[in-house]
């Protein structure tokens, strides 16, 4: 779809993303994927490794058999978590929490699909999606994902964003299941997992919104270029404080 590279094309040199925004497709049956979905099926993969894929410019397909992430497999509705972390006894052994209980609740309050709503998850860059996706997940240094989360308050009529996380499963629960659940945008500081898992760099984390909200997100964002962008990248009243500073250094 033309519309589609031409929000994927906004985001990208507009916010000068390094790599491609997502489009994530949660789909319900085998039988009815559309014949466009021409996407590659990968052996054991973690959900946050196809979004890395993805986002690199591949097409990912991922099923209940594929999916080798067990937190991932629960949240999408592939199968139950398994006792080790239900128990947050897991959790522990990783070193991400003190306590059992902290685990358990976490996983407790985590935002998953219902069992079986879906077979399996499409992944592919933006600019090469069939369709509008039902997420759009984007990887990125804080700076570029703000223009995001401002254009979305500024959707929302100047209410303030909330961002929803538990530290954990941040591409699949806080960037996925949470904006495809709720209808909204949602951020998040990243988690162990996939900063672990993958090539996110210290420096970038992640966001998701709804496709639904691209026209609305874009025209924000080519909005913000004609001014407040390139003033607040410029860093003019920095420049200023230093070049005083450096000034009184000289007297």
Same mark, same amino acid.
């Given at each position: 779809?033309?519309?589609?590279?031409?929000?994927?094309?906004?985001?990208?040199?507009?916010?000068?993303?390094?790599?491609?925004p997502v489009a994530v497709?949660?789909?319900?049956?085998?039988?009815?994927?559309?014949?466009?979905?021409?996407?590659?099926?990968?052996?054991?993969?973690?959900?946050?490794?196809?979004?890395?894929?993805?986002?690199?410019?591949?097409?990912?397909?991922?099923?209940?058999?594929?999916?080798?992430?067990?937190?991932?497999?629960?949240?999408?509705?592939?199968?139950?978590?398994?006792?080790?972390?239900?128990?947050?006894?897991?959790? =522990?052994?990783?070193?991400?929490?003190?306590?059992?209980?902290?685990?358990?609740?976490?996983?407790?309050?985590?935002?998953?699909?219902?069992?079986?709503?879906?077979?399996?998850?499409?992944?592919?860059?933006?600019?090469?999606?069939?369709?509008?996706?039902? =997420?759009?997940? =984007?990887?990125?240094?804080?700076?570029?994902?703000?223009?995001?989360?401002?254009?979305?308050?500024?959707?929302?009529?100047?209410?303030?964003?909330?961002?929803?996380?538990? =530290?954990?499963?941040?591409?699949?629960?806080?960037?996925?299941?949470?904006?495809?659940?709720?209808?909204?945008?949602?951020?998040?500081?990243?988690?162990?997992?996939?900063?672990?898992?993958?090539?996110?760099?210290?420096?970038?984390?992640?966001i998701g919104f709804p496709?639904?909200?691209?026209?609305?997100?874009?025209?924000?964002?080519?909005?913000?270029?004609?001014?407040?962008?390139?003033?607040?990248?410029?860093?003019?009243?920095?420049?200023?404080?230093?070049?005083?500073?450096?000034?009184?250094?000289?007297?």
């Amino acid at each position: 779809m033309e519309n589609l590279k031409k929000y994927a094309k906004v985001m990208k040199e507009i916010l000068n993303l390094e790599t491609e925004p997502v489009a994530v497709f949660l789909l319900s049956s085998m039988t009815d994927e559309p014949t466009f979905f021409d996407f590659k099926d990968v052996e054991k993969h973690r959900y946050c490794q196809a979004l890395m894929r993805a986002r690199r410019g591949e097409a990912i397909k991922l099923t209940n058999e594929q999916i080798s992430c067990p937190a991932a497999a629960r949240a999408f509705g592939f199968r139950p978590l398994p006792d080790g972390l239900a128990s947050g006894k897991g959790l =522990v052994g990783f070193g991400i929490t003190q306590q059992p209980e902290t685990g358990k609740i976490m996983f407790e309050n985590m935002p998953h699909l219902d069992p079986g709503s879906i077979t399996h998850i499409a992944l592919c860059p933006l600019k090469d999606a069939p369709l509008i996706p039902d =997420v759009v997940v =984007v990887e990125g240094e804080p700076e570029q994902l703000m223009w995001l989360l401002l254009a979305d308050l500024n959707m929302a009529g100047g209410e303030r964003r909330i961002g929803n996380t538990a =530290v954990l499963q941040a591409t699949c629960v806080d960037s996925t299941i949470i904006p495809y659940l709720e209808n909204r945008m949602n951020f998040t500081l990243g988690c162990y997992g996939c900063r672990e898992a993958t090539d996110i760099k210290t420096t970038e984390t992640v966001i998701g919104f709804p496709g639904n909200m691209l026209e609305s997100l874009c025209k924000a964002i080519e909005y913000f270029s004609e001014k407040a962008m390139p003033r607040s990248r410029s860093k003019n009243t920095y420049k200023s404080l230093t070049d005083k500073r450096d000034a009184k250094g000289c007297e």
